[in-house]
T-cell receptor, first 113, second 110 residues
Framework: KAGVTQTPRYLIKTRGQQVTLSCSPI?????VSWYQQTPGQGLQFLFE???????NKGNFPGRFSGRQFSNSRSEMNVSTLELGDSALYLC????????????FGPGTRLTVL | GIQVEQSPPDLILQEGANSTLRCNFS?????LQWFHQNPWGQLINLFY???GTKQNGRLSATTVATERYSLLYISSSQTTDSGVYFC????????????FGKGTKLTVNP
């Protein structure tokens, strides 16, 4: 079974631009979560989607948004990019059952100049 | 919210040595996972272990849920074991979100 895939793997943007990242979960997984990893803050939860509905949201500004499609693929969008948004963005998928094991993709490394 | 503390923050070993990494958490959990982050940033699942003991080759893990800690054991370490090890938990509230510790950076020297 294919793992979680994320595109693009690397991205360079300038301040003020917006960016969209994509995540395809493991086949059959309906839960998709997004995390941001920075050297200063570590790994932080952004949001979680299940069956096209956002179920949980972390403590991030409204510039960070996401959505999930009927095939469980998910996108996250960051508008008006700031230098501090430079990070590794990781997507995880899960069955949302028991056991609720989360499987992570390779990440998208975003650099904001 | 739930707090996760990992120790030690850094660990340097010679190849062949054994090590124990610890994860303390502040509340009851539905989910506890150990991950190894490779040099390219991907988090590799090691164990799903909200309670009990599991083993996978040279790695094993034990979670004592009643005392709110988990241990990851690495035996006969190899240079390829180097990297950052994270413990992550999901609280009993069923939020489906993982709260991560700050990680243990392991360096295995040849």
């Amino acid at each position: 079974k294919a793992g979680v895939t994320q595109t693009p793997r690397y991205l360079i943007k300038t301040r003020g631009q917006q960016v969209t990242l994509s995540c395809s979960p493991i086949s059959g997984h309906r839960s998709v979560s997004w995390y941001q990893q920075t050297p200063g803050q570590g790994l932080q939860f952004l949001f979680e989607y299940f069956s096209e509905t956002q179920r949980n949201k972390g403590n991030f500004p409204g510039r960070f948004s996401g959505r999930q499609f009927s095939n469980s693929r998910s996108e996250m969008n960051v508008s008006t990019l700031e230098l501090g948004d430079s990070a590794l963005y990781l997507c995880a998928s899960g069955l949302a059952g028991v056991p609720n094991t989360q499987y992570f993709g390779p990440g998208t490394r975003l650099t904001v100049l | 919210g739930i707090q996760v503390e990992q120790s030690p923050p850094d660990l340097i070993l010679q190849e062949g040595a054994n090590s124990t990494l610890r994860c303390n958490f502040s509340d009851s959990v539905n989910n506890l996972q150990w991950f190894h982050q490779n040099p390219w940033g991907q988090l590799i699942n090691l164990f799903y272990i909200p309670s009990g003991t599991k083993q996978n080759g040279r790695l094993s893990a034990t979670t004592v849920a009643t005392e709110r800690y988990s241990l990851l054991y690495i035996s006969s370490s190899q240079t390829t074991d180097s990297g950052v090890y994270f413990c992550a938990v999901e609280g009993r509230g069923g939020s489906e979100k993982l709260v991560f510790g700050k990680g243990t950076k392991l360096t295995v020297n040849p």
